[in-house]
């Protein structure tokens, strides 16, 4: 019971749409007693229709019995299309709303809260585990909720032509529908609950195995990672096919539980058919009922047997929104001049290793910098304290004289343009992609742009131009061109600090020479940081720094060594 606690933030959430939610809960209500209708006045209609047959009289009205078969077949087809439409509408939207709330969450936490988990791990919370809270209304919540409406419904019906026939439904099929919900979910709990993380790993594994291929390969580590990719698919596999065999358990259960309930009714039928209490029609519409029942009860063992799963995407949601950000601050009050960056004292560890230890550095209003140094050394570090994906253990940074600390990092993101060391672009029109820069940049901005980093004649070629798909990470295009996209970008932005990370690589010499030049021209007056691995990968510098392993006093990380 501890562990449903989980569920309540998601239910508040669902209680948002509740309207939503009760009306297609009544469709899926009327679609059932649709069918218990059906099939009840079926019986009901071919048994007296047999028996006027062969009775003295031989009259029967098949007109009004006639009309509701029709009606029950009518209405359950045209509510099931509508409960389906309309349900799957609300779980759409539902999905909607979730998805943006956990990635509102996400996207407000700092570098180091976001290197606790692999990328591919924040992403299947966002896919995976919102998934599999689809189950809790369309799954979880509602069917139950309408198969014991229909049971009370039926029985009721029931004990108006035969008393003791509506007790013996209710004796079981109450304890039947416990059975398909609690009772499976319970059984199947433990190897549901698991499976999400199980399922989680071996995605891990199956992109650690693709991404480190080439480096899996060249230390002969593939045999061993294969091995362990084996081993979580054989434990999913194991508990996939233990969910199975309990589900299809369930199911019997509920299938012979019905198969008892209409044995009973019958039963009971004949014999108050022997005494005269009811009619033969009567007695074969009340059996045919209780086996109608069976469109409610049938789907829960199997919605249930994974409730653990849906508890356990609950709580691994509930435990990211716990996860708060220590990034908070005032708004920038300062103007849109070229800004100064100092940093003063920093230090820096990532985990047991230190990348910084008493650095400083200073760069003055409208001063270009270059920090050289080889992968690894702490280059992009600088540029990740400086928009404040997270802040420094020890020291400060200021922008133009204030401590970032104290500032609010959209705030200060918005004053500076900064281009990392990865090409990120989205699967999107080239236009969407470059007006991330600047949302209101018309197309001949987007234009001037593409001329600057030398992509305008291969952009006109384009047929669809401007509204050309990038593809997901930019794969339409070459490493090249996608990284002078993103340049293009950086530049629409127009920020008075710039810091580009490796902003010529990638580039053959003839178009870097160029692009260099172009940059030069651009960076006048404004605050830039230039990172990269030497001096020739950068425009022209007015000092450069080179950063190396530091050994002095004993203080490990890394240093600045003026060039």
């Not at 919540?141 to 039926?154: D, Q, R």
């Not at 199980?198 to 480096?215: F, T, Y």
């Not at 902003?503 to 692009?515: E, H, I, R, V």
Request: net charge positive; aromatic share 6%.
């Amino acid at each position: 019971m501890k562990a449903l606690l989980s569920l309540r933030p998601w239910l508040g959430v669902l209680a948002e749409r509740r309207g939503r939610l009760l009306l297609g809960a009544v469709l899926m209500l009327a679609t059932l007693l649709s069918a218990l209708g059906l099939l009840s006045l079926s019986g009901w209609f071919i048994t007296a229709t047999a028996i006027a047959a062969v009775s003295a009289s031989g009259y029967l009205d098949v007109f009004t019995p006639g009309s509701g078969i029709r009606f029950f077949a009518v209405s359950r087809t045209v509510s099931r299309y509508l409960e389906r439409l309309y349900n799957h509408d609300t779980i759409l939207r539902l999905l909607a709303d979730l998805r943006g709330r956990v990635f509102a969450r996400l996207v407000t936490l700092d570098a180091r809260t976001l290197a606790r988990a692999r990328a591919s791990q924040w992403l299947n919370r966002l896919t995976a585990d919102i998934d599999t809270l689809d189950n809790l209304y369309l799954r979880l919540l509602a069917p139950p909720l309408v198969a014991l409406l229909s049971i009370l419904a039926f029985a009721a019906f029931a004990a108006a032509f035969l008393p003791i026939a509506g007790i013996v439904l209710l004796a079981i099929l109450l304890p039947l529908g416990l059975v398909a919900t609690a009772g499976c979910a319970w059984w199947g709990w433990r190897a549901s609950h698991r499976r999400v993380d199980r399922q989680e790993r071996l995605r891990v594994r199956a992109i650690e195995q693709v991404e480190g291929l080439a480096e899996l390969t060249s230390y002969r580590a593939l045999d061993a990672h294969r091995a362990l990719w084996h081993r979580e698919e054989r434990a999913l596999l194991d508990d996939q096919r233990r969910l199975g065999q309990r589900t299809a358990m369930g199911n019997l259960v509920v299938t012979v539980g019905i198969q008892l309930a209409t044995l009973a009714v019958l039963l009971l039928g004949l014999e108050a058919f022997r005494s005269g209490q009811v009619s033969g029609p009567v007695m074969v519409m009340l059996a045919l009922g209780t086996l109608a029942v069976s469109e409610g009860l049938g789907n829960l063992p199997m919605a249930f047997t994974q409730l653990g799963a849906t508890v356990r995407a609950a709580e691994r949601l509930n435990a990211q929104a716990e996860l708060k950000t220590p990034l908070t601050g005032e708004r920038l009050t300062s103007g849109g001049a070229a800004p100064s960056l100092d940093y003063r004292n920093v230090e820096v560890a990532h985990g047991a290793r230190v990348v910084f230890s008493g650095l400083n550095l200073s760069l003055d209003p409208g001063q270009r910098v270059g920090i050289i140094g080889a992968s690894g050394i702490g280059k992009s570090t600088l540029a990740q304290l400086a928009v404040r994906a997270f802040d420094p253990q020890g020291g400060r940074v200021e922008f133009d004289h204030q401590d970032i600390a104290g500032l609010a990092p959209d705030s200060l993101r918005a004053r500076i343009g900064y281009l990392t060391q990865r090409s990120e672009l989205f699967h999107d029109t080239l236009a969407a992609n470059l007006r991330m820069g600047d949302p209101d940049a018309s197309d001949a901005q987007l234009w001037d742009a593409l001329e600057r980093v030398e992509l305008k004649a291969w952009a006109e070629a384009l047929p669809e131009g401007l509204e050309t798909w990038v593809g997901e990470q930019g794969r339409q295009l070459s490493g090249g061109q996608a990284r002078r996209v993103a340049l293009a970008r950086v530049m629409l932005r127009d920020s008075p600090l710039v810091i580009l990370d490796e902003p010529l690589s990638g580039l053959d010499a003839a178009t870097a020479a160029s692009l260099a030049k172009t940059l030069d021209a651009w960076l006048a007056g404004r605050t830039a940081l230039l990172l990269g691995h030497d001096e020739a990968a950068l425009p022209r510098c007015d000092r450069y720094w080179r950063l190396v392993p530091s050994g002095v006093g004993g203080r490990s990380g890394s240093e600045l060594v003026k060039t």
